[in-house]
């Protein structure tokens, strides 16, 4: 399989408790982006990385959450303090600029995180 | 401020009739990409198709099109002879130049058979 894929798929969490989720994206692809979805809703954009330089992070992203690329192939986002606000569905995508053009970006399946 | 626009929470659609889902967008860059992707109940995103603000044809990929109107800042999509498998959410996003992708909220797509 050579799509992007996130681990864990499901993770369910005690508030308070960290967590930490990983994403690989597809190989080629050097551009990486992670997103949170809540039910009903479009995905919100939480970051992304250009290789392994981090480029943009929303102010969604408070300093509870904190996510890397360190060799610019997978990337981890980690929730510290989980609180009952972040249970979601958390995306991971992958892309690859090409030029002046723009590719789509394929997903991952998601890790749906439950904080009780 | 929000940059994407489906100002359609939900549609209907009867099988074998097209249906267009509306997008606008707000955007100065001159270079974007604008994309739709579909979400069924099962949950992944899957790419549908893609316009880019140079193209000067609209795009098309099977059964889908986009209408882009660029002076209105428009890329609807247009699925044509609807099936029961097109129920689902589906998404309107957009990419400037260098930047990150945003969504909007989505429309929520119903076949009836």
């Known amino acids: 399989d050579t799509g992007v894929s996130q681990d864990p798929r499901h993770k369910i969490t005690k508030r308070g408790q960290n967590v930490t989720f990983r994403c690989d994206p597809i190989?080629?692809?050097?551009?990486l982006y992670w997103y949170r979805q809540t039910l009903g809703q479009g995905p919100e954009f939480l970051t992304y990385f250009q290789n392994e330089a981090q480029l943009e992070k929303s102010r969604l992203l408070s300093d509870r959450f904190s996510a890397e690329r360190p060799k610019g192939s997978f990337s981890t986002l980690e929730i510290q303090r989980t609180e009952q606000g972040d249970s979601a569905m958390y995306l991971c995508?992958?892309?690859?600029?090409?030029?002046?053009?723009?590719?789509?970006?394929?997903f991952g399946q998601g890790t749906r995180l439950t904080v009780v | 401020a929000q940059k994407i626009t489906q100002t359609q929470p939900g549609m209907f659609v009867q099988e074998k009739e097209a249906v267009t889902l509306d997008c606008t967008y707000d955007?100065?860059?001159?270079?974007?990409?604008l994309f739709w992707y579909k979400q069924p109940s099962s949950g992944e995103m899957i790419f549908l198709i893609y316009?880019?603000?140079?193209?000067?044809q609209n795009a098309t990929e099977g059964r889908y099109s986009l209408n882009f109107q660029k002076a209105r800042k428009s890329a609807n999509l247009v699925i044509s002879a609807s099936q029961l498998g097109d129920s689902a959410m589906y998404f309107c996003a957009m990419r400037e130049a260098n930047n990150d992708m945003r969504f909007g909220a989505g429309t929520r797509l119903t076949v009836k058979p």
């Open positions: 190989s080629e692809h050097n551009r």
């Open positions: 995508a992958s892309t690859r600029t090409r030029g002046q053009g723009y590719t789509e970006a394929f």
């Open positions: 955007t100065s860059d001159p270079s974007y990409g």
């Open positions: 316009q880019g603000s140079y193209d000067q």
